[in-house]
T-cell receptor, first 112, second 111 residues
Framework: GQQLNQSPQSMFIQEGEDVSMNCTSS?????WLWYKQDPGEGPVLLIA?????ELTSNGRLTAQFGITRKDSFLNISASIPSDVGIYFC????????????FGAGTRLFVKA | NAGVTQTPKFQVLKTGQSMTLQCAQD?????MYWYRQDPGMGLRLIYY???????DKGEVPNGYNVSRLNKREFSLRLESAAPSQTSVYFC??????????FGDGTRLSIL
């Protein structure tokens, strides 16, 4: 089936460091989404990207929609302990209904 | 503004028991979804409902049934629970091409 390859699977970083994670696919998507999941909660939308090449920021977070429409990355600058959680990418396309495919997630650990 | 509400939050079942997971949204969204989350596998779509009165299978529908009771509510039923269905279940809702909003999940253990 359709897959998104999200990497890395997990990251252990020091507070203050920058973080980068990405998603790639063999399929083209119309929309790329980045969600964060805190322990015991559901995923919450961080950034939505709607155009190839689009670069969007939300505070310390920056995400880009790849030119080929097959990839996206998320950067977190100057990480803080509350950045801990699981980050999911998701690709969305219109297939007669809007279908969303999720990556397996990047688990981020931040050491104070 | 509650968003997407799931009940119960936790449940333990014995193999073979039945169970219905409830989901309600108050955002007037047309589409609703049920996912399961397993370690290392992200979110996998079980069933979805593009609008009131319609339901369709997702990636992993076997062993589940759904009911779109009205525009607000979308329930997921396990008729005969199996240990392989131990997971965290998430309900989500959305409108058109807008990103989905998720509930806080139901943690289900089947012994």
């Amino acid at each position: 089936g359709q897959q998104l390859n999200q990497s890395p699977q997990s990251m252990f970083i020091q507070e203050g460091e920058d973080v980068s994670m990405n998603c790639t696919s063999s399929s083209i998507f119309n929309t790329w989404l980045w969600y964060k999941q805190d322990p015991g909660e559901g995923p919450v939308l961080l950034i939505a990207l709607y155009k190839a090449g689009e670069l969007t920021s939300n505070g310390r977070l920056t995400a880009q929609f790849g030119i080929t429409r097959k990839d996206s990355f998320l950067n977190i600058s100057a990480s803080i302990p509350s950045d801990v959680g699981i980050y999911f990418c998701a690709g969305q396309r219109d297939t007669g209904g809007f279908k969303t495919i999720f990556g397996a997630g990047t688990r981020l650990f931040v050491k104070a | 503004n509650a968003g997407v509400t799931q009940t119960p939050k936790f449940q333990v079942l014995k193999t073979g028991q039945s169970m219905t997971l409830q989901c309600a949204q108050d955002m007037n969204h047309n589409s609703m979804y049920w996912y399961r989350q397993d370690p290392g596998m992200g979110l996998r779509l079980i069933y979805y409902s593009a609008s009131e009165g319609t339901t369709d299978k997702g990636e992993v529908p076997n062993g589940y049934n759904v009911s779109r009771l009205n525009k607000r509510e979308f329930s997921l039923r396990l008729e005969s629970a199996a240990p392989s269905q131990t997971s965290v279940y998430f309900c989500a809702s959305g409108k058109g091409d807008q990103p989905q909003h998720f509930g806080d999940g139901t943690r289900l253990s089947i012994l």
